[in-house]
């Protein structure tokens, strides 16, 4: 049979099919190779602008999860929280922190456009870089499980007729669940100083909340509270999407005569003045994890839809977000200011540092003159010389100055205070380095937590950062 001249070339054109297909195709268990300048010269760092559990976290540990299983990136990545304020104080931390940085990058969604505006952030995302729009979800309505309200009509009725009766709960002040509820309200004709909404830092906590009722109802992301539900832990009464999504989502607004559609969406901003090839190479990373079974799984369990989107389309599509929030938070009368870096200002600690600085250099300087005069018992000038080392103590305490900003970056905001605190006692000549080390530490201690955990301003925390 093989003598025959066709069965040869059937044959030989089959191998040669297959050989082109398989070096056509990708080698799908192989890093993405670096761009020509190197990049990614060291890991990535993958900023979840959210409390642990809730959906930005979610997201940004799912894309860590497959970028790695995937073996996608050729350097590890990390994933950190910087939550608060609806996303605003990771924002402003990518924005003044981060500048020029290619190497680390940020969850970013809906909520977060909502949260720009009703804590008058003085950062936007229109101050990033847009890289990729992953996915869009459907958000759910959920009450306890021993609620009075069996259905979605129950509970309209009851926001209609008393609208204090019912609090609700969800993500930030002015993002997407708060938006979604603003709707409700015009929808039943409810004025808008008339709802009783609690804002929580991330989606998990406010299905916590819904769950012990502590809330009437809660707004929330199906994927963040699915779980709850097939457990009988809360109940599901209606979605904001148009249809049915996944056989176990509860029924669309619409059903219910409520004209209320809404999508949340989630993607990746870079922060500004990185270069265009790192872009890229990033753009390039994520849209070989969507195409992965791992990723479509996720998708499907958690009832995501895979709306990636990228280039001057993401930036587009951003720029209608930011309208349609201001229009919505606008009837809502919102404008007041928010914590963390939005309230305090990206100038402060370089201003405080400056600011230190210079006292330090005019105290010094005027030591230089009165240092060494000395009177007699009636007050009389007996000799006055200027101090020798003023000079040395001023460029000493300007070089210290001056390495703290790069300190933070390296170590964290607590070791590095606590080394500058002792390196100022050594230059006004302190001889207790045992007394000086423990207060310094203490001290950067306190300071840190007082700002991090009470004042909710996030500070590098270096080996301290959660």
């Given amino acids: 049979m093989f003598r025959d001249s066709r069965w040869i070339r059937v044959t030989l054109s089959c191998c040669v099919a297959l050989g082109v297909a398989l070096a056509a195709a990708p080698a799908s268990n192989e890093p993405q190779p670096r761009t020509r300048s190197g990049f990614p010269l060291r890991p990535l760092i993958l900023i979840a602008p959210a409390n642990p559990g809730g959906g930005w976290d979610q997201l940004a540990r ?3 999860f497959v970028l790695v299983e995937q073996n996608i990136l050729p350097v590890p990545i990390q994933v950190v929280n910087r939550g608060g304020a609806g996303g605003t104080i990771g924002l402003a931390e ?3 922190r981060h500048r020029n940085n290619e190497h680390t990058i940020m969850i970013a969604g809906a909520v977060m456009v909502g949260a720009v505006v009703a804590h008058q952030s003085p950062f936007g995302l229109e101050d990033t ?3 990729a729009r992953l996915t869009s979800e459907y958000l759910v309505i959920a009450v306890p499980p021993d609620s009075p309200y069996a259905t979605m009509s129950d509970l309209m009725e009851a926001f209609r007729d008393r609208p204090d009766s019912i609090a609700w709960g969800g993500g930030s002040a002015g993002g997407t669940d708060h938006q979604v509820v603003a709707l409700l309200a015009r929808e039943a004709g409810v004025p808008f100083k008339g709802i009783r909404y609690v804002a929580f830092a991330g989606g998990g906590e ?7 009722s502590q809330l009437g109802a809660v707004l929330t992301g199906y994927g963040e509270i699915q779980h709850l539900a097939k457990a009988g832990k809360v109940r599901l009464l209606a979605s904001t999407a148009p249809g049915r999504f996944t056989p176990d989502a509860p029924p669309p607004l619409t059903s219910f005569g409520i004209n209320v559609v809404v999508s949340n969406w989630r993607g990746v901003l870079a922060p500004p003045g990185v270069a265009a090839e790192g872009t890229a190479w990033l753009v390039e990373a994520l849209r070989r994890m969507r195409t992965t079974d791992s990723w479509q799984a996720i998708l499907k369990r958690n009832g995501w839809e895979d709306s990636f989107l990228v280039g001057d389309e993401f ?3 951003l720029e209608d977000e930011r309208t349609r929030a201001e229009g919505i938070l606008r009837d809502l009368e919102f404008g007041s200011g928010g914590s963390g870096y939005a309230a305090v200002g990206a100038w402060t600690f370089p ?3 400056l600011s230190s600085l210079g006292f330090s250099t005019v105290w010094l300087l005027r030591r230089r003159v009165t240092g060494m005069t000395e009177y007699d018992d009636e007050g009389v000038l007996e000799h006055a010389a200027s101090d020798g080392v003023a000079w040395p103590r001023t460029i000493a305490t300007g070089v210290l100055m001056l ?5 933070l970056d390296l170590v964290g905001y607590p070791i590095t205070t606590a080394l500058m605190l002792v390196g100022l006692g050594r ?4 001889r207790s380095l045992v007394k000086e080390l423990v207060f310094a530490v203490a001290l950067a201690t306190v300071s840190y937590l007082l700002f991090d955990r009470l004042l909710g301003v996030s500070l590098p925390g270096g080996p301290f950062a959660g």
Avoid: E
Avoid at 403 to 407: D, H, K, Q
């Fill in 62 to 64: 799912l894309v860590q």
């Fill in 94 to 96: 990518l924005v003044v």
């Fill in 129 to 131: 870089v847009p890289v």
């Fill in 206 to 212: 406010a299905a916590t909340a819904v769950m012990g």
């Fill in 315 to 317: 930036k587009t599509f």
């Fill in 351 to 353: 201003v405080i540092i």
């Fill in 403 to 407: 390495l703290f900003p790069l300190g």
């Fill in 427 to 430: 230059v006004f000549g302190s």
